[in-house]
């Protein structure tokens, strides 16, 4: 391993000059984006929508659209590809939901989309007074009776015109609700008031795709499309044995496609032998020696040492998908063109289909992309102050009856143990004149559980104010969520009167403040922890850096898990300078004295840096098909199973202040390692690992074992200690001050008597 590639992003440091990029071949046609779009298959028509009568309603049974031919279909589904959480519920006499959908410049829309909304809504609603109008860009396009027909299960196709998209790619879909169960006396707050958007409703796009645009000005395009759908999707390519620069080239280029990608993510597919067969984006990576694929995009007389070369074109086999090439005249060269296209204000200055990386330094990967971001990074008894708006939380202004609440994520570490009285919240806010002051209040939670409520009590207002609010510790987890709920009334509320709600608004603004002292202190080994954002492997980024090691003879399928697993802490990770490196083998990764927290990927073949574990009866499970079990150091179990699954362990390598941990992920079958980590992007699969080992079987069932003895790592400062002591002995405090309490009472009143007087 070479010193540079030794200190991760730091590494490259130390190499003067300037980036020196040289286009060496002409700009390529126009430019276009590159969708995750995947064909499928033309639904059924969707039910028309009735009046209370009972008629169809012309104009809203449009027909879901299908491919035409050379073209596809690409539907949208509110949950999984819009990132809805739940279904809308629209409550009240009237109600607005908004949902953002995109539109990739890649597409040409043969057909005008189609959105098919499913819904339910309350069976007490008045047909004639009751209706869901749906709108694209502040224009209506439709409206349908909310009748009992459609009160269960109730289906609406709606056609979008192509004229009233924006060419920006970016699109609001409303849903407006107008709700009335009286025609007379009606309580707007009414628990029969609502109407339910389902988050299988969908949108529906039939469209053709242009052939990628290679030109590396617009990278990460077309490997990344911003304005697609569903995660990033590649493959490496080539056949043989990695070397050192492979293994880094493929991390540095992995953690930077997970920083671009952010929530959207990064899926590494099996790695193929030949670019003909790829049905996704393609990574070549090395020099013609290590990989022979190379010389099928690059002339190998035009590498020179030391130079990198970056290529980007289109696949000849399909073309609508990018094949990228990372290489150099030797293995500095190869780190060279890694670095530059994986590093922040540097890949910005690539042009063209063909770059050459004479020389780089400073390199740094492109910035978090996480909104809203988690509290800074802060050390043990450090009380960090931070705005809402450093977290890319900006002002947010609410309205009406039924406004939603200001949600403002305060995202720990995983080991983060907020001190006593560590952590409050400093509320800046406004409300509208016009407000019942009787009834309208500003609620404030922490994770549902209600903690402040305070009187919108000035007729006149408040253009801005603070509140502040005491964080209990011990309701603070590291992923903690706090509402800021306005409950507005308009002056002289009646229930029988109505009155339009738009008038009343609440606003919080992004100048107010999470203050927060922690403890950084865990009991390990512990893979719950996991859940929030992969700690420890995530803080290890930015604290003593973190080293993957794959087999000792690395193949295509351990470069593409290391490379999964790398695209995921880019996702999840917010330093701007993480220290990381990926190596082959070898136990001296091991030693007591090394500082970086490990990550062991054993797959097919060995493993030194794993037997070195199972050597020192580190590991609590051992074998492929024979599973022995220790617990202590005391074999508890020794069996052969019929068939091999991931499990996935966590080993203490050193206890104490500056802890020291090894997560081990494993899977002895062929791609049973890629496999594991795509299981692991799962949210569901990740909330449920636990204990010392879990054993995943790909699915969502994970078993959990918790065997041998828990250390800690981390620490309290002394000031936090004493609290936590005083905390858990009021008790005793008590009948200490009391006891003192009788003795002085007694030494008083001896000395009185001593002095002739008397007490009484």
């Not at 280029?253 to 790695?271: E, N, Q, S, T």
């Not at 190379?294 to 074109?313: F, H, N, Q």
């Not at 790398?566 to 993480?578: H, I, K």
């Not at 070195?612 to 020794?638: I, N, P, Q, Y």
Request: hydrophobic residues 40%; aromatic residues 6%.
């Amino acid at each position: 391993m070479s010193k540079r590639s030794a200190h991760g992003w730091q590494g490259a440091l130390g190499r003067a000059g300037v980036v020196g990029l040289l286009a060496l071949l002409g700009s390529s046609p126009a430019r276009s984006q590159d969708p995750a779009a995947t064909p499928a298959a033309a639904p059924g028509a969707a039910a028309t929508p009735t009046s209370a009568s009972g008629l169809p309603l012309p104009g809203l049974a449009a027909p879901t659209p299908t491919a035409d031919a050379g073209g596809e279909l690409r539907e949208v589904y509110f949950d999984q590809d819009l990132n809805l959480s739940s279904d809308m519920m629209l409550q009240g006499i009237t109600a607005t939901e908004t949902v953002s959908f995109r539109v990739s410049d890649r597409w040409t829309l043969t057909k005008d989309p189609v959105v098919e909304i499913h819904f339910d809504h309350s069976d007490s609603l008045v047909p004639e007074r009751s209706s869901l109008t749906v709108w694209v860009n502040n224009q209506g396009l439709a409206s349908v009776p909310l009748t009992p027909e459609n009160a269960r299960d109730g289906r609406v196709s709606v056609r979008v015109p192509r004229s009233v998209l924006y060419d920006g790619g970016f699109n609001d879909l409303k849903f407006k609700v107008v709700q009335h169960v009286a025609d007379e006396c009606e309580d707007p707050f009414d628990p029969a008031l609502w109407t339910r958007v389902s988050l299988d409703s969908k949108i529906a796009f039939a469209h053709t795709i242009a052939p990628v645009s290679p030109e590396l000005a617009d990278f990460p395009m077309p490997y990344f499309d911003p304005l697609g759908y569903g995660p990033m999707e590649i493959a490496l390519a080539g056949a043989g044995e990695l070397g050192v620069d492979q293994l880094d080239a493929v991390g540095l280029v992995g953690f930077a496609f997970g920083r671009h990608a952010d929530y959207r993510g990064v899926k590494v597919l099996p790695p193929i032998a030949d670019p003909a067969t790829a049905q996704s984006h393609v990574l070549v990576v090395g020099t013609p020696d290590k990989n022979p694929l190379v010389a099928r995009y690059v002339d190998r007389g035009a590498l020179r040492p030391g130079v990198g070369t970056i290529v980007s074109v289109p696949n000849p086999n399909n073309p609508r998908y990018g094949v990228l090439v990372v290489t150099g005249g030797d293995a500095n060269g190869v780190l060279s063109a890694a670095e530059a296209l994986s590093s922040d204000d540097r890949f910005e200055l690539l042009s063209g289909t063909k770059a050459e990386i004479v020389d780089i330094e400073d390199v740094t990967p492109p910035k978090s992309r996480r909104t809203p971001a988690a509290l800074p990074f802060a050390r043990s008894g450090e009380m960090v102050v931070t705005p809402l708006k450093e977290i890319g939380v900006e002002d947010r202004t609410v309205r009406g009856f039924y406004a939603p609440p200001i949600q403002v994520p305060v995202h720990l570490e995983g080991d983060a143990q907020v001190q006593i009285d560590g952590a409050r919240v400093a509320i800046d806010y406004a409300y509208a004149s016009g407000l019942d002051t009787r009834l309208s209040t500003m609620e404030v939670r922490l994770d549902d559980v209600t903690l402040r409520s305070v009187s919108l009590n000035r007729k006149e207002g408040e253009e801005k104010t603070r509140l502040w609010v005491d964080l209990p510790f011990e309701l603070m987890v590291p992923d903690s969520r706090l509402e800021i709920i306005f409950h507005l009334f308009p002056i002289n509320f009646d229930p029988c009167v109505y009155v339009n709600d738009r008038h009343i608004w609440g606003t919080v603004f992004a100048s107010s403040e999470v203050h927060v002292a922690r403890d950084r202190i865990a009991e390990l080994p512990n893979l719950g922890l996991l859940k929030y954002d992969l700690w420890p492997l995530n803080t290890a980024l930015t604290d003593d850096g973190l080293v993957v090691v794959v087999g000792d003879k690395p193949t295509g399928a351990d470069g593409s898990a290391a490379m999964q697993l790398l695209a995921e802490l880019g996702a999840r990770s917010q330093g701007d300078r993480p220290e990381f490196r990926v190596v082959s083998g070898g136990s001296a990764f091991l030693e007591d004295k090394a500082p970086e927290d490990l990550v062991l990927l054993v797959g097919e073949g060995g493993h030194a840096a794993y037997k070195g574990l199972t050597d020192r009866k580190l590991v609590s499970t051992a074998g492929d098909l024979e599973r022995v079990a220790t617990d202590d150091g005391k074999k508890v179990l020794e069996a052969r199973n019929g068939s091999t699954i991931g499990t996935v362990e966590q080993v203490v390598l050193r206890a104490g202040l500056d802890g020291r941990t090894a997560l081990i992920l494993r899977s002895p079958t062929a791609g049973g390692l890629l496999s594991l980590l795509h299981d692991l992007r799962n949210p569901s699969v990740l909330g449920g690992l636990g204990g010392a080992v879990s054993v995943v079987d790909g699915g969502t069932e994970i078993r959990q074992v918790d065997l041998g003895t828990k250390v800690t790592v981390g620490n309290r400062t002394l000031a936090s200690q004493l609290k936590q002591s005083i905390r858990g002995s009021w008790g005793l405090l008590g009948m200490g001050v009391l006891i003192s309490a009788v003795l002085l009472a007694m030494i008083v009143q001896g000395w009185a008597s001593r002095r002739g007087g008397h007490t009484g």
